[in-house]
């Protein structure tokens, strides 16, 4: 697909929703730039666990999140490795450490006042699939495609046991459903970004489709877009 005009593509939605594996998809299918904004409040826990910045102290989290200078491997990519100050942390990103703490880093007014900015710089360079919570309702808002995916809590269950599997951390499906109940809970009290459907946004449940489905779905919407 052409690359310009620039189409922005917003992809919301809660833990297990699937939203990383479509959103790379997405981006690969249309050649364009994602990014996983997800892995840049990661990113920040990564510095604060480094250099003993506790994630209860949101004006010393705000600090070190202005101190560091974020950047991304390739360039065009910007999920794929992600650098503090140069040095790839890809490898630490989904540490069991930085899954206990990155919702208190995120919840960071500050935080999310510096990675937001970084975010709409990116999501202003032509076409690009950005993913996240809270992408369509405050990033992007006049993005071209807003997508929010769900599942059911089974499905999301499974996807995120098998998520954490890959990245070193085997858990039973109970335990793993009790930490997805959690950020549900979370996310609705407000203790970490708040996940609202965007207006505008196309709700796709992903329960019973696949990778491949909801990627044609996203892409026929981007198609759409572009009056293609
Ligand atoms: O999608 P993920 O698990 O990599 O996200 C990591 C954490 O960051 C999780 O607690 C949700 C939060 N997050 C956020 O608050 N806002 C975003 N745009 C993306 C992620």
Same mark, same amino acid.
């Given at each position: 697909?052409?690359?310009?005009?620039?189409?922005?593509?917003?992809?919301?939605?809660?833990?297990?929703?699937?939203?990383?594996?479509?959103?790379?998809?997405v981006?690969?299918?249309?050649?364009?730039?994602y990014?996983?904004?997800?892995?840049?409040?990661?990113?920040?826990?990564?510095?604060?666990?480094?250099?003993?910045?506790?994630?209860?102290?949101?004006?010393?989290?705000?600090?070190?999140?202005? !101190?560091i200078?974020?950047?991304?491997?390739?360039?065009?990519?910007?999920?794929?490795?992600?650098?503090?100050?140069?040095?790839?942390?890809?490898s630490?990103?989904?540490?069991v450490?930085v899954?206990?703490?990155?919702?208190?880093?995120?919840?960071?007014p500050?935080v999310? *006042?510096?990675?937001?900015?970084?975010?709409?710089s990116?999501?202003?360079?032509?076409?690009?699939?950005? *993913?996240?919570?809270?992408?369509?309702?405050?990033?992007?808002p006049?993005?071209?495609?807003?997508?929010?995916?769900? !599942?059911?809590?089974?499905?999301?269950?499974?996807?995120?046991?098998?998520?954490?599997?890959?990245?070193?951390?085997?858990?039973?499906?109970?335990?793993?459903?009790?930490?997805? *109940?959690?950020?549900?809970?979370? !996310?609705?009290?407000?203790e970490?970004?708040p996940?609202?459907?965007?207006?505008?946004?196309?709700?796709?449940?992903?329960?019973?489709?696949?990778?491949?489905?909801?990627?044609?779905?996203?892409? !026929?919407?981007? *198609?759409?877009?572009?009056?293609?």
């Amino acid at each position: 697909m052409e690359d310009k005009p620039g189409l922005a593509i917003a992809i919301d939605g809660p833990m297990g929703s699937g939203k990383s594996t479509v959103a790379r998809e997405v981006a690969r299918r249309l050649g364009s730039m994602y990014i996983d904004t997800g892995a840049m409040y990661r990113a920040v826990t990564v510095a604060a666990i480094r250099r003993g910045v506790s994630a209860d102290d949101p004006a010393a989290l705000t600090a070190l999140a202005r !101190a560091i200078t974020l950047s991304f491997d390739p360039p065009s990519n910007g999920g794929t490795r992600v650098l503090i100050d140069g040095e790839d942390v890809t490898s630490e990103l989904r540490s069991v450490r930085v899954n206990q703490i990155v919702a208190k880093v995120a919840r960071a007014p500050g935080v999310r *006042e510096v990675l937001g900015a970084l975010q709409r710089s990116l999501g202003s360079r032509g076409t690009v699939v950005m *993913e996240g919570r809270d992408i369509g309702s405050v990033i992007l808002p006049h993005a071209g495609v807003k997508v929010f995916l769900t !599942a059911s809590m089974d499905v999301r269950a499974q996807r995120r046991q098998m998520e954490l599997a890959a990245s070193g951390t085997p858990l039973p499906l109970e335990a793993v459903r009790r930490i997805i *109940e959690e950020d549900d809970r979370m !996310a609705t009290t407000r203790e970490v970004a708040p996940l609202r459907i965007a207006p505008g946004a196309v709700v796709i449940d992903s329960t019973a489709l696949t990778v491949g489905q909801v990627v044609d779905q996203i892409v !026929a919407l981007a *198609e759409r877009a572009r009056g293609l």
